[in-house]
């Protein structure tokens, strides 16, 4: 403290210094510590995290505050954040050596909202992977920020608290584990469905499945042909429950990817196995993983440990809890069943 009872100035190195050095100390006694770790000086880098951010921004309350949080979460000051069903819980270096902790509680997304959002959804959402990266179009996007009725929180949505003496309703703590979260989205955007407390797989599989209704309505007749679940979860990255017949005019079109689809979904692929164990499909593999963690395997340890890419996990998966080998313990975690 300087002699006129206020902190002394540290530098941008000195701070990020002090954060690393108390990072290091919690990690002896924290098992799972997890830091937000800014590359840059970009806060966000994907739709989600960025959208996140904005979202935040546009809001008066916030805005002419919750700017004070950006230097602290680059030089490292969030030393640990954690999401979970409409909690944030974190660990924020301020000018004491004792981390202050910030709790931030955030309201599920409105039915009416989702409702709405789902059949917005329909013929614009092609399959969780697409949801997960962003890639759907523009429209679909201001559909979810939209002020107020979108998948995002308002300020009345949100209520926070931190440790520290701050008098002011968002301290710089508060404001750095915000930005923290839209960081914690870049790796892992199903974090902001478990935040919401909102299924994705409901928001993709109905609106896939309305889409997929609305084409057999206008169709001029059926055809007996009836498609596999496989074709299915190839043409749209998940996993689907009705069984739809094709009209003559979709069925030649359709039945030509069915071909490719089943070529590749009939040939077990051999993924390389640990030392001292024989080779497995992917299958096998990603079962035996979720039935070997009685915690719960996420989607990014089964991302880790196979080397495959998300929408195949997803796809695998889905089936497996179809098929009750496995089951849902919670959004984007697996278990025995």
């Known amino acids: 403290m300087s002699h006129w009872g206020f902190p002394e100035y540290e530098t941008v190195a000195e701070k990020k210094a002090k954060a690393a050095k108390k990072l290091e100390q919690l990690k002896k006694k924290i098992q799972g510590i997890t830091p937000v770790i800014i590359q840059g000086n970009t806060l966000a880098r994907t739709w989600w995290g960025k959208s996140w951010n904005r979202n935040l921004e546009r809001y008066a309350d916030y805005s002419n505050r919750i700017g004070r949080g950006k230097s602290y979460v680059r030089h490292g000051a969030v030393l640990d954040l954690k999401i979970e069903g409409g909690q944030v819980t974190a660990l924020v270096q301020g000018t004491r050596a004792k981390p202050y902790e910030v709790v931030i509680r955030i309201s599920p997304v409105k039915k009416v909202n989702w409702d709405q959002i789902r059949k917005q959804c329909q013929g614009e959402l092609r399959s969780l992977p697409d949801l997960l990266v962003g890639k759907f179009p523009k429209a ?64 993709v599989a109905r609106a896939v499945q309305e889409k997929k209704g609305d084409l057999l309505a206008r169709a001029d007749r059926k055809s007996s042909r009836v498609m596999e679940e496989a074709d299915l979860s190839t043409l749209f990255g998940i996993d689907m429950d009705v069984r739809p017949d094709f009209s ?74 179809q098929q009750g080998r496995i089951s849902y313990v919670a959004q984007g975690v697996y278990g025995r069943p």
């Open 140 to 203: 679909l996007g201001e559909i979810f920020l939209a002020e107020g009725k979108g998948l995002f929180p308002t300020p009345k949505e949100i209520c926070f608290d931190c440790s520290c003496p701050d008098w002011a309703s968002m301290c710089k703590h508060v404001a750095a584990a915000l930005y923290g979260i839209g960081s914690r989205l870049d790796e892992d955007p199903l974090l902001f469905f478990t935040l919401r407390q909102a299924d994705t797989e409901e928001l």
């Open 248 to 321: 003559a005019a979709a069925k030649s079109q359709v039945a030509s990817r069915s071909s490719r689809a089943k070529k590749a979904a009939s040939a077990p692929v051999a993924v390389q196995a640990p030392e001292g164990k024989t080779a497995r499909t992917a299958t096998a593999l990603i079962e035996e993983i979720v039935r070997q963690t009685p915690s719960g395997t996420t989607v990014a340890m089964l991302e880790k440990a196979t080397g495959f890419p998300r929408a195949k996990i997803y796809a695998i998966t889905s089936r497996l809890r």
